[in-house]
């Protein structure tokens, strides 16, 4: 994988089968993992059907959906509820519609990805948040953390260490062509 590298009309990029298949399962558990457009927590089925939040929402009991979905009031849980239950779907169905945008965009049998500008910036919206969720399982803290030293060659985890490494470059390589 050479990475992405900017076109007349975009960006491009070679995927082999196999590199494509990791990529696109990784996106749909994050699109499983962010859950529906229209919030679960909606106070009666009429709001629900027109999308209207529901009662204040607590921050998601899971890391990785709590990394994605944070909070924007640390320090004023109410605020944060309240805040959350104003935003929290429309964050949530753009994660997922980024996330199709780029399950659209990547063949499952892999070969050359053409991306507009908008495509292209959409995959770098979802490949983020793969990387969060990923990070978060790997207990990764902060962009310097020296994973290939706290995980050994024969742990079991190493080859989700590689993929998150390997997103990393993927993801340096499309901001790079957009530049």
């Known amino acids: 994988m050479a990475g992405f590298r900017a076109t007349s009309g975009g960006v491009s990029a070679r995927f082999a089968k196999p590199e494509a298949a990791v990529i696109r399962d990784l996106v749909q558990q994050v699109i499983e993992l962010v859950g529906p457009a229209v919030p679960a927590f909606a106070a009666d089925e009429l709001d629900a059907i027109v999308g209207m939040p529901g009662p204040e929402q607590d921050a998601p009991g899971d890391p990785a959906l709590a990394r994605l979905l944070p909070d924007a009031y640390r320090d004023d ?10 935003t929290e779907p429309g964050l949530r169905s753009a ?85």
């Open 95 to 179: 994660k997922v519609a980024a996330a199709r945008t780029l399950l659209a965009t990547l063949p499952p049998e892999g070969g050359r990805v053409r991306l507009t500008r908008d495509e292209a910036e959409a995959w770098l919206r979802s490949l983020n948040d793969v990387r969060l969720a990923l990070g978060v399982r790997l207990g990764i803290t902060s962009e310097d953390d020296d994973l290939y030293g706290r995980v050994p060659r024969d742990d079991p985890r190493r080859i989700h260490v590689d993929v998150y490494h390997w997103l990393s470059y993927l993801q340096d390589s499309l901001v790079t062509a957009l530049s």
């Open 77 to 86: 849980p109410e605020a944060a509820r309240e805040f959350r239950r104003f």
